[in-house]
């Protein structure tokens, strides 16, 4: 079956623009992530969703940072005035938000450079 | 919290030999353990994970992992490396209870020669 979409694969933006990252999770799957992967700081998580819950925001690095989920389905990330030490590549994952089924299966990624 | 270390940043090897990749980890309570692997330009592929049971967990494309509680271990290991096994790997852990999102190490790149 299909994995997770990620689209665009990859996106350049000037400094200041507002940017949105699309992610498609696995059909069925109710939990939702959102990680970040960069040179100086590795992978590390932004945003979490489960079903109809409250989001986990904890992870997010800045009020410029923001997620939705609309359906149960498909995500969205916007990052609002980009800076450059935006670039990254972001990865979504989904999973069954199950604990006995706990595996994360990801996208190929987002990479996002700001110029 | 919870965190991962990855000590090695790259491991070298011979095609035909065993491999070692290591992983130390600390979270409250019981965890829950995985090994990806990153190809470049690829996202995360999923490899083994331990939640409970036998410590030695075996996964995709030969690979195995022995969690080790007292020594808060799960290295990630394979009889007969092969050149194509050359990638990223990450270690990541997670527990029972509290945020379901996985925390990371730093990654270990595996270079294989043939």
Same mark, same amino acid.
Do not use: I, M
């Given at each position: 079956g299909a994995g997770v979409s990620q689209s665009p694969s990859n996106k350049v933006t000037e400094k200041g623009k507002d940017v949105e990252l699309r992610c498609d999770p696995i059909s069925g799957h109710t939990a939702l992530y959102w990680y970040r992967q960069s040179l100086g700081q590795g992978l590390e998580f932004l945003i979490y969703f489960q079903g109809n819950s409250a989001p986990d925001k904890s992870g997010l690095p800045s009020d410029r940072f923001s997620a939705e989920r609309t359906g149960g389905s498909v995500s969205t990330l916007t990052i609002q005035r980009t800076q450059q030490e935006d670039s990254a590549v972001y990865l979504c994952a989904s999973s069954w938000g199950d604990d006995r089924r706990p595996i994360q299966y990801f996208g190929a990624g987002t990479r996002l450079s700001v110029l | 919290a919870q965190s991962v270390a990855q000590p090695e940043d790259q491991v070298n090897v011979a095609e035909g030999n065993p491999l070692t990749v290591k992983c130390t980890y600390s979270v409250s309570g019981n965890p829950y353990l995985f090994w990806y692997v990153q190809y470049p330009n690829r996202g995360l592929q999923f490899l083994l994970k331990y939640i409970t049971g036998d410590n030695l967990v075996k996964g995709s494309? *030969?690979?195995? #992992?022995?969690?080790?509680? !007292?020594? @808060?271990?799960?290295?990630?290991?394979?009889?007969?490396?092969?050149?194509?096994?050359?990638?990223?790997?990450?270690?990541?852990?997670?527990?029972?209870? *509290?945020?379901? #999102?996985?925390?990371?190490? !730093?990654? @270990?790149?595996?270079q294989v020669q043939p």
């Open positions: - | 494309y *030969g690979f195995e #992992a022995e969690f080790n509680k !007292s020594q @808060t271990s799960f290295h990630l290991k394979k009889p007969s490396a092969l050149v194509s096994d050359s990638a990223l790997y990450f270690c990541a852990v997670r527990g029972y209870t *509290g945020r379901r #999102a996985l925390t990371f190490g !730093s990654g @270990t790149r595996l």
